[in-house]
């Protein structure tokens, strides 16, 4: 069975693109290999990382990456998956391949403002949301 290589990309690779690798990667087990990647790599939220253990999966050791660190290795993917607005989404370099670009609007977890228990309710909706995106991806991709 030949595997699908996805690229998820984000501002700071904090959040969202974390949680869509996280879910291929253990969803999609042989079938699919997934990688991560920011424009402006951050710091990992630790609000996500919570989020995600609370559905099993750690990612509490996961490092933001670059775009371009994944431009200059020379990889191409079959999917190239923004997870971001989409004005940031246009802001994200060609990569080179047959890969199919694909647009999936989340909202940023960082972005939010309030007490800690309002930004982890957050990060659960829109790791629930990814999620949810992840298994139809998948389905559509059998």
Not at 2 to 16: G, K, M, P, Y
Not at 80 to 93: L, Q, S
Not at 114 to 135: F, H, P, S, W
Request: proline residues 4%.
């Amino acid at each position: 069975m030949e595997i699908t290589e996805v690229l998820f990309v984000c501002i700071h690779n904090s959040a969202r693109s974390q949680m869509a690798e996280a879910f291929l990667n253990s969803l999609g087990t042989g079938r699919f290999e997934a990688e991560s990647a920011g424009i402006e790599p951050g710091k990992l939220n630790p609000f996500v990382v919570s989020a995600m253990a609370e559905s099993g999966i750690d990612i509490s050791r996961n490092e933001t990456k670059s775009v371009n660190d994944m431009l200059t290795r020379g990889r191409s993917y079959d999917y190239v998956v923004t997870v971001c607005d989409p004005a940031a989404a246009e802001m994200c370099p060609f990569f080179p391949g047959n890969g199919k670009r694909l647009h999936w609007e989340f909202s940023d977890p960082s972005s939010v403002s309030g007490n800690d228990d309002e930004k982890l309710t957050v990060a659960r909706k829109v790791r629930d949301e990814i999620r949810a995106r992840i298994e139809a991806f998948i389905a559509e991709n059998e």
